[in-house]
């Protein structure tokens, strides 16, 4: 029973990572904007929120730091694609290049460092309840934040003016500037959310999930939260749902080798890539279906007056 638990808890917290970064492309996308950047964002935000807790020693200062840096790199990529009219695609791998060569540099003086000691977090009473207490309610709070985002984000989007504008901008830029929306700051600001959500996800890599510092630590996982947000059909919940998928999927490979499994241990590190690959290959079997879910302005440039 206790395996089981342990199972469960590090799914909700590997989970968690591609939640975040995943919740924050969505909104990217559902604005029209596809930024192919998240994995450098991540290290980025990743080696910011390290270094800030090594020097401060306060974890949430850490996630600020991590925050503001994925911001940044975000609103650089929102006027080079927004107001300059680049590629996104090409401008986003570029950031994604970008931020691993310069995460792997900023990082040369960390790699050897170390973080104070990590608090126990635990909800009184619900902790100690057998099997769900150790599973469900032993966890870092940024794993519940990312819960209360997914239902805030449905919220947002289905229920609120501003969403429902957003929503607009990602369907039909001509016809929401036609209407007076200022549709370049809208993406502008969807672009520096999804930023700081994916820097969010970046410092909670170096400072929780593994709480040190590596080059390339967030090994693939900007990519994975990239195909989520397409398989989850640009829906939160499907978007959380597919985390805590593949989240398991990656703790299942150490719990094989933890059970003694024979299986090379290089095709077990391989499952939530290969898992990625074959859920993107079964979807795109109906392209119909996911024409009719994602924004119909999905990566296309606007140019007002034109």
């Not at 973080?115 to 032993?138: K, N, S, T």
């Not at 510092?213 to 989520?228: D, H, R, T, Y």
């Not at 749902?241 to 241990?265: I, K, N, R």
């Amino acid at each position: 029973m206790e395996t089981y638990a342990l199972l469960i808890a590090s799914t909700l917290n590997a989970g968690t990572v591609l939640a975040l970064a995943a919740l924050g492309l969505l909104i990217n996308e559902k604005a029209g904007v596809v930024n192919l950047g998240a994995e450098g964002m991540m290290l980025c935000a990743a080696i910011a929120g390290f270094a800030a807790v090594v020097h401060t020693g306060n974890d949430w200062l850490g996630f600020a730091a991590g925050m503001g840096a994925g911001a940044l790199l975000a609103v650089v990529f929102g006027l080079l694609v927004i107001w300059l009219g680049t590629n996104q695609y090409a401008t986003g791998l570029a950031l994604s290049l970008f931020g691993v060569g310069f995460s792997a540099f900023a990082g040369i003086g960390y790699v050897q460092e170390k973080l104070p000691e990590r608090v126990q977090h635990a909800i009184p009473l619900l902790a100690d309840i057998p099997l769900l207490g150790p599973a469900l309610f032993r966890q870092h709070p940024l794993v519940y934040v990312a819960m209360a985002l997914c239902v805030g984000l449905i919220w947002f989007l289905d229920r609120t003016r501003m969403g429902l504008v957003l929503r607009a901008v990602g369907e039909s830029p001509e016809s929401a500037h036609a209407l007076g929306y200022p549709v370049r700051r809208i993406r502008l600001a969807a672009v520096v959310t999804g930023g700081a959500l994916c820097g969010l996800a970046g410092a909670y890599i170096s400072v929780i999930y593994t709480p040190l510092w590596v080059e390339g630590m967030v090994a693939g996982k900007g990519w994975i939260a990239l195909a989520l947000t397409t398989f989850a059909t640009w829906r939160p919940a499907r978007v959380l749902l597919g985390a805590y998928l593949f989240g398991g999927v990656t703790m299942l490979q150490f719990h094989l080798q933890g059970s003694g499994v024979e299986v090379p241990s290089e095709a077990l590190s391989a499952l939530p890539y290969v898992a990625t690959i074959v859920v993107l290959a079964l979807i795109s079997r109906n392209p119909t279906w996911i024409r009719v879910n994602m924004p119909a302005s999905l990566g296309r440039p606007f140019h007002p007056g034109s």
